[in-house]
């Protein structure tokens, strides 16, 4: 009874929440309605006993992601969507469709999955069932999923590190340095 | 008769009541005691004329801040500057829900028998619950410091954001090393494991960078760059006045306090009494829970005392000296302490 009014509570919350993040103008505001909405969606994991999920949910997308999110916001000063209200108008051409498309078919697999999902679903987000599930029969996909994130982070390392090396701050020793400058200088 | 279902309502409505009043009322003795040990470490008096030894300062304090005009500068954005000091209050008074602040007792309502547990809620994702609330704490600082419309403001809450992302890190990757040592999240369970060794003794790096990323994370000093007085005139809470103002620094002063409580939870024991002097007094079981509620008290009640103690004896870093602390120095070294930990645990 309660669990049933909590998840109509929660899910009213994560609906309008989602709804004011695309119709924001403000990217801050944005970003701070996606908070929002993730907290409701960690509530309804709460009220599916799925604790861990819900913890995790809250620490690293809400905690950590969009924090990082609106840091950028913050630092870059984004305003293009004020500047010029109508610049990505043609996209709801393609974003409607996508919407319909991806609404449909998540909509099919959880109605298919809801009565499989009602019998065992009480104790799969727990803590020891989610550990016991990846120290053994997903081993492999987690210890990958760690290196793919390993690959990612050393790809934005050397990417934002190769235009320090050329902007040293140290006179060009050699003709050959003091070109590399002079291109680099020309070229921003 | 009494359902127990409304028994369990009514014992935790209570256990919320009373901690939160308690939770208010240490801000009240920290802010106080904040004054005068800054000036006693100064060679000053502090204030000592509101009531003796000035104990009624902070009423006074508060009383001040109630009738203070309270200015809404124009320029700045409403809706989110009014929410900014709602935020912050929240998750700094939601962390201390899990911890144990004393053992368990009986007793009988009519003829149900009501067993109560000194702890709001004994999670089973324990201080998982921690970790995630108290990265939300952020907000409060990065909305006031955007809300405020200032550029020094902007400047406290964009470090707010990168120093908390930054120790958070750390911070859980001690608790991960705590975590192996008791194999549960439970916070119970994590106190009931230090029954006969306290969990710094076996964690001594563990504790060292506890203690460094949960100063960070209460943004106090050495590491107060959101606020630094000097360059940034306040930081995220320049624009405040009155009563909003207020709710910034109450939101400081709750998370130390939970910071500290967790400090003692994780790596002194809890509620534990040392050495086994508990037993040796053997008392009647009332007051055993009154002892363990006191202990657990003081060695709070100490740690409070190590951040005023650090707060006015060391310099603020520079910031970058507080990045290539916490992810060239802390982040290995916890790194090192969880390997050394799954180590230790093989071993023994």
């Given at each position: 009874?309660v669990a049933?009014a909590l998840?109509?509570?929660?899910?009213a919350?994560?609906?309008?929440?989602?709804?004011?993040?695309v119709a924001?103008?403000?990217?801050?505001?944005?970003?701070?309605?996606?908070?929002l909405?993730?907290f409701?969606?960690a509530?309804?994991?709460v009220?599916?006993?799925?604790?861990?999920?819900a913890?995790?949910?809250?620490a690293?997308?809400?905690?950590?992601?969009?924090?990082?999110?609106?840091?950028v916001?913050?630092l870059?000063?984004?305003?293009?969507?004020e500047?010029a209200p109508?610049?990505?108008?043609?996209?709801?051409y393609a974003?409607?469709?996508?919407?319909?498309?991806?609404?449909?078919?998540?909509?099919?697999f959880?109605?298919r999955?809801?009565?499989?999902?009602?019998?065992?679903?009480?104790?799969?987000?727990?803590?020891?069932?989610?550990?016991?599930?990846?120290?053994?029969?997903?081993?492999?996909?987690?210890?990958?999923?760690?290196?793919?994130?390993?690959?990612?982070?050393?790809g934005?390392?050397?990417?934002?590190?190769?235009?320090l090396?050329?902007?040293a701050?140290?006179?060009?020793?050699?003709?050959?340095?003091?070109?590399?400058?002079?291109?680099?200088?020309?070229?921003? | 008769?009494?359902?127990?279902?409304t028994?369990e309502?009514v014992?935790s409505?209570v256990?919320?009541?009373?901690?939160?009043?308690?939770?208010?009322?240490?801000?009240m003795?920290?802010?106080?005691?904040?004054?005068?040990?800054?000036a006693?470490?100064?060679d000053r008096?502090?204030?000592n004329?509101?009531?003796?030894?000035?104990?009624?300062?902070?009423?006074?304090?508060?009383?001040?801040f109630?009738?203070?005009?309270?200015?809404?500068?124009?320029h700045?954005?409403?809706?989110?500057y009014?929410?900014?000091?709602?935020?912050?209050?929240?998750?700094?008074?939601?962390?201390?829900?899990?911890?144990?602040?004393g053992s368990?007792?009986?007793?009988y309502?009519?003829d149900t028998p009501?067993?109560?547990?000194l702890?709001?809620?004994d999670?089973?994702?324990?201080?998982l619950?921690?970790v995630?609330?108290?990265?939300?704490?952020?907000?409060g600082?990065v909305?006031?410091?955007?809300?405020?419309?200032?550029?020094?403001?902007?400047?406290?809450?964009?470090?707010?954001?990168?120093?908390?992302?930054?120790?958070?890190?750390?911070?859980?990757?001690?608790?991960?090393?705590?975590?192996?040592?008791?194999?549960?999240?439970?916070?119970?369970?994590i106190?009931?494991?230090?029954?006969?060794?306290?969990?710094?003794v076996?964690?001594?790096?563990?504790f060292?960078?506890?203690?460094?990323?949960a100063?960070a994370e209460?943004?106090?000093?050495?590491?107060?760059?959101?606020?630094?007085?000097?360059?940034?005139?306040?930081?995220?809470?320049?624009e405040?006045?009155?009563?909003?103002f207020s709710?910034?620094?109450?939101?400081?002063?709750?998370n130390?306090i939970?910071s500290?409580?967790?400090i003692t939870?994780?790596?002194?024991?809890g509620?534990?009494?040392?050495?086994g002097?508990?037993?040796a007094?053997?008392?009647?079981?009332?007051?055993?829970v009154?002892?363990h509620?006191l202990?657990?008290?003081?060695?709070?009640?100490?740690?409070?005392?190590?951040y005023?103690?650090?707060?006015?004896?060391?310099?603020?870093?520079?910031?970058d000296?507080?990045?290539?602390?916490?992810?060239?120095?802390?982040?290995?070294?916890?790194?090192?302490n969880?390997?050394?930990?799954?180590?230790?645990?093989?071993?023994?």
């Open positions: 009874m049933t998840f109509y509570i929660f899910a919350i994560a609906t309008a929440g989602a709804i004011m993040v924001q103008r403000n990217p801050v505001y944005s970003a701070l309605y996606l908070v909405t993730l409701a969606l509530g309804e994991y009220l599916l006993m799925a604790h861990f999920i913890i995790v949910h809250v690293v997308y809400a905690g950590a992601i969009v924090v990082l999110f609106l840091f916001i913050m870059l000063n984004v305003r293009l969507e500047r109508d610049a990505f108008r043609y996209m709801i974003g409607l469709p996508m919407a319909a498309i991806l609404f449909v078919e998540m909509g099919y959880a109605f999955g809801f009565q499989q999902a009602m019998v065992q679903g009480t104790r799969v987000g727990l803590v020891e069932s989610i550990g016991r599930a990846l120290f053994s029969q997903y081993v492999l996909p987690f210890e990958v999923a760690s290196i793919l994130l390993l690959v990612a982070m050393i934005a390392l050397y990417l934002s590190k190769r235009k090396e050329i902007v701050f140290k006179r060009p020793r050699s003709k050959k340095e003091r070109l590399k400058v002079m291109m680099y200088e020309e070229e921003h | 008769m009494v359902n127990s279902a028994v309502l014992v409505a256990k919320v009541f009373i901690v939160v009043n308690v939770i208010l009322l240490m801000v003795v920290m802010i106080l005691a904040e004054r005068r040990i800054s006693f470490i100064q008096y502090g204030p004329r509101v009531g003796p030894f000035g104990i009624l300062q902070p009423i006074a304090d508060g009383i001040k109630l009738f203070k005009e309270d200015v809404i500068p124009y700045v954005d409403r809706f989110l009014l929410l900014a000091p709602a935020v912050i209050l929240v998750p700094s008074l939601m962390t201390f829900a899990i911890v144990p602040f368990s007792f009986s007793f309502w009519g009501v067993h109560v547990r702890q709001i809620a999670l089973n994702i324990g201080i619950y921690f995630g609330i108290a990265s939300l704490a952020v907000y600082l909305i006031g410091g955007y809300a405020s419309n200032n550029k020094y403001s902007m400047f406290g809450g964009l470090r707010s954001s990168a120093q908390m992302i930054s120790y958070e890190i750390p911070m859980g990757l001690a608790i991960v090393s705590v975590v192996m040592l008791t194999g549960s999240l439970r916070l119970s369970d106190v009931a494991d230090q029954q006969h060794m306290w969990n710094v076996r964690q001594p790096l563990g060292l960078i506890f203690l460094v990323a100063f209460t943004n106090r000093l050495p590491f107060d760059l959101p606020e630094a007085e000097q360059e940034l005139v306040g930081g995220y809470h320049t405040y006045s009155s009563m909003k709710a910034f620094f109450i939101a400081e002063y709750a130390m939970t500290s409580a967790l939870t994780l790596f002194f024991g509620y534990h009494v040392p050495f002097i508990l037993e007094l053997n008392l009647p079981v009332a007051w055993e009154v002892v509620v202990s657990f008290s003081i060695k709070t009640a100490f740690f409070l005392f190590v005023l103690w650090v707060r006015w004896t060391l310099p603020r870093f520079r910031y000296q507080l990045m290539n602390l916490g992810w060239k120095s802390l982040l290995p070294l916890s790194l090192v969880v390997v050394l930990t799954g180590i230790g645990i093989a071993i023994f």
